[in-house]
């Protein structure tokens, strides 16, 4: 999602009423995040790989009690105990000298059939200690499984803004089931209209106010204006509603396999994408600490670009974005497109998959590498010629990394988004639609323009057919492996 720079708004002030979105006055530009990381065990949709656990059978426990005791009273000198009672029950116990330890060690390690009965140590991260059940996560290389038996509100933040992700989108980010729910195992994030929640005049002269009071409802992203506007004759508030949902609290990845299986949303001017964005800026703002799309698409089925290539849901891009700042970016260089004959990404579920190395990155779609990207020696600031392009005096922001792949050699959060429309270029002036853009990337009207045209494209996002699920992004599985 390409971030491009704001323009004057309009400081209107008018009546308030409230919401999930409430309505708001003032404009003020602040944003933060703060981020941990969370395991996941492949048994279930939304588990913890800590606490894995199987009941052990009796003779593992009362053998390895026996054999830990024997084994820690001589001092930890002695393993017969810890080798031999309940099968492996006393190792620790041996070890340590301690009759604790031993019963620990038994209750831990024992076992009669290789029923694991706890984790050990260290078996939290990946690679896993010897000790440890090797057949389930992590051990098994699987750190994330996402099956959407729930939507698990500890694993997905809702992203609450109207700040348009920079890109001066039509839609604001809701946390509403009307936007984002699971069902039959599968993900929707579906675009409604703002109209519907606050009615039509609301769009040209009501506040919208989305800071919130409490944590579940604080507006994530102030930035662009995101957490209050005012419609007015000429500027309209946000028309579209949709979801944004990313990992951002709960898990980040360095290296390793990622797979993502969706289907693509049908409908005019909708930008479907499965992303990810920097644990932490290690090298400094956007676009120096990188940025991974796995998957962007438009919805429009009738779209050419000025050279007459597909730009519509039948086509599909994936990008690496990377400069030492903005507006500088080397993106052309990491960015392969890919159009389907006869079908459309909306027809049914496909696959996007990257291997994540410490030396290079490959990009698959339904197993099929489509990109690798490998910097060379010289790292991405000698691959993208910035000295040439900045001058001799220019800085490597990447200069004291001892990775050649810097900014991607740090972690990694995962997003999943339905953005509408929006003034950045990804909907170009220069490409050809039908029906035809409504609106002017120049134009300060742009969001008043998109509205004015909703009898062009609301039809073909098919909100009576099928609960309007044609127009939704939906997403079957996520899994990550670490290497």
Not at 111 to 120: E, S
Not at 210 to 223: E, K, L, V, Y
Request: proline share 5%.
């Amino acid at each position: 999602m390409v971030k491009m720079a704001a323009f004057t708004p309009h400081t209107e002030r008018s009546r308030s009423v409230s919401s999930d979105s409430t309505l708001y006055t003032g404009w003020r530009r602040r944003h933060s995040t703060t981020t941990t990381q969370a395991t996941t065990t492949p048994q279930s949709t939304t588990t913890t790989a800590q606490t894995t656990t199987t009941a052990a059978p009796s003779g593992g426990i009362s053998g390895g009690i026996s054999g830990g005791t024997s084994g820690g009273t001589s001092g930890g000198t002695t393993l017969t105990g810890g080798t031999t009672g309940g099968t492996t029950g006393g190792i620790t116990g041996g070890i340590t000298g301690g009759i604790t330890g031993g019963i620990t060690g038994g209750i831990t390690g024992g076992t009669t059939g290789g029923t694991v009965f706890g984790i050990a140590a260290n078996c939290n991260e990946y690679p896993c200690d010897p000790a440890c059940d090797q057949t389930v996560a992590p051990c098994n290389g699987l750190i994330f499984e996402e099956n959407w038996d729930k939507l698990d509100f500890d694993r997905w933040q809702h992203e609450l803004t109207m700040s348009g992700g920079g890109n001066w989108e039509f839609q604001m980010y809701v946390n509403n089931r009307s936007n984002s729910y699971v069902r039959d195992n599968t993900l929707f994030i579906k675009p409604t209209l703002t109209s519907d929640k606050y009615g039509e005049a609301a769009l040209s002269s009501e506040v919208v106010d989305m800071w919130g009071m409490s944590p579940a409802d604080q507006c994530t992203g102030n930035a662009f204006w995101g957490c209050q506007r005012t419609g007015t004759g000429t500027n309209y508030i946000n028309p579209a509603r949709s979801a944004r949902l990313r990992s951002v609290n709960s898990f980040a990845f360095k290296y390793g396999k990622i797979e993502v299986e969706a289907k693509l949303p049908t409908g005019d001017w909708l930008w479907p994408a499965i992303w990810m964005l920097p644990k932490h800026n290690s090298y400094g703002q956007w676009p120096a600490s990188g940025e991974i799309d796995l998957m962007e698409s438009r919805g429009n089925k009738n779209g050419r670009t000025a050279q007459g290539e597909s730009i519509g849901v039948d086509s599909m891009g994936t990008t690496m974005h990377w400069g030492p700042y903005w507006p500088v970016n080397g993106y052309a260089k990491t960015h392969v497109t890919r159009t389907l004959s006869g079908e459309t990404f909306g027809d049914r579920f496909h696959k996007w998959g990257l291997e994540w190395t410490e030396n290079d990155m490959t990009f698959f779609l339904d197993d099929q590498e489509i990109m690798k990207a490998d910097p060379g020696p010289g790292g991405f600031w000698e691959y993208g010629e910035f000295s040439q392009q900045l001058g001799p005096n220019a800085q490597n922001p990447w200069q004291y990394s001892n990775s050649k792949l810097a900014p991607f050699d740090h972690e990694f959060y995962i997003i999943l988004n339905l953005a509408v429309g929006g003034t950045n270029g990804f909907f170009s002036d220069q490409d050809t639609f039908s029906p035809g853009k409504p609106w002017n990337n120049e134009s300060p009207t742009a969001f008043k323009d998109f509205w004015m045209a909703k009898n062009q494209w609301y039809p073909t996002w098919n909100a009576d057919v099928n609960n309007g699920e044609d127009a939704a992004l939906q997403v079957k599985t996520i899994r990550v492996w670490k290497y």
